[in-house]
């Protein structure tokens, strides 16, 4: 099995900025994909970015935050990072970090262990 554990979310203006991360521990041996989900109230879990765990710079983002999150990968701390710039208040979510074994998936059906989430709010 796999666990993350996601951190991070908070409060913030619009125009601002946050960083999320998520620590991942277990049998990562099984890991080709992180990927950054997020679901706002009365929506769908929606895809934000992706990143390989296997082959360093490798990453996929949606066309909604591309330009503004951008998803690393700490190798050496087995951490992921979803840096999120000039948030808008739309942006106002649970996230949550998930692993797949496949390569870039963007269906949460394709991701089989997931964090617990972290609240993003995103004041106008």
């Known amino acids: 099995q796999v666990q993350l554990v996601e951190s991070g979310g908070g409060l913030v203006q619009a125009g601002g900025s946050l960083r999320l991360s998520c620590t991942t521990s277990?049998?990562?041996?099984?890991?080709?994909?992180m990927g950054w989900f997020r679901q706002a109230p009365g929506k769908e879990r929606e895809f934000v970015a992706a990143?390989?765990?296997?082959?360093?710079?490798?990453?996929k983002t949606a066309e909604s935050v591309k330009g503004r999150f951008i998803i690393s990968r700490d190798y050496a701390k087995n951490t992921v990072y979803l840096q999120m710039n000039s948030l808008k208040p739309e942006d106002t979510a649970i996230y949550y970090c998930?692993?797949?074994?496949?390569?870039?998936?963007?269906?949460?059906?394709?991701?089989?262990?997931w964090g617990q989430g972290t609240q993003v709010t995103v004041s106008s």
């Open positions: 998930a692993s797949s074994g496949l390569t870039f998936p963007t269906m949460k059906g394709e991701y089989n262990y």
């Open positions: 277990g049998r990562t041996s099984s890991i080709n994909t």
């Open positions: 990143v390989s765990w296997r082959y360093r710079g490798i990453t």
